[in-house]
């Protein structure tokens, strides 16, 4: 069955830097786009970053230049490269992604941004 795992969170400082990661299995990994959400304590879930099957990526408006989403098909694994992180970027992210008309979701990993 599909499996996503995320893992990479935890606490960092204003500024600073993290890198989540996204491990999968269950399906041709290859061949799905592949997106990161975010939901922050009392708020809905929001899309963080999405990336093709060959690549292409977008971003919601307040992550594009801080945040980079890739994936290495060899390691069926996508990640989020997260720099500059702000107090309102502490939520809990997932990994996501949508096949035969199905939604997938990992478990999450918190990041907390805290002096």
């Known amino acids: 069955q599909v499996q996503l795992v995320e893992s990479g969170g935890g606490l960092v400082q204003p500024g600073g830097s993290l890198r989540l990661s996204c491990a999968t299995s269950?399906?041709?990994?290859?061949?799905?786009?592949m997106s990161w959400y975010r939901q922050a304590p009392g708020k809905g879930r929001e899309l963080v970053a999405t990336?093709?099957?060959?690549?292409?990526?977008t971003y919601a408006d307040s992550m594009e230049g801080r945040f980079t989403i890739s994936r290495d098909n060899t390691k069926n694994t996508v990640y989020l490269q997260m720099n500059s992180l702000k107090f309102e970027d502490t939520a809990v992210y997932y990994c996501?992604?949508?096949?035969?008309?199905?939604?997938?979701w990992g478990k999450g990993t918190l990041v907390t941004v805290s002096s």
């Open positions: 996501n992604t949508v096949r035969l008309g199905m939604s997938y």
């Open positions: 269950g399906f041709t990994f290859s061949s799905y786009a």
């Open positions: 990336i093709s099957p060959g690549g292409r990526t």
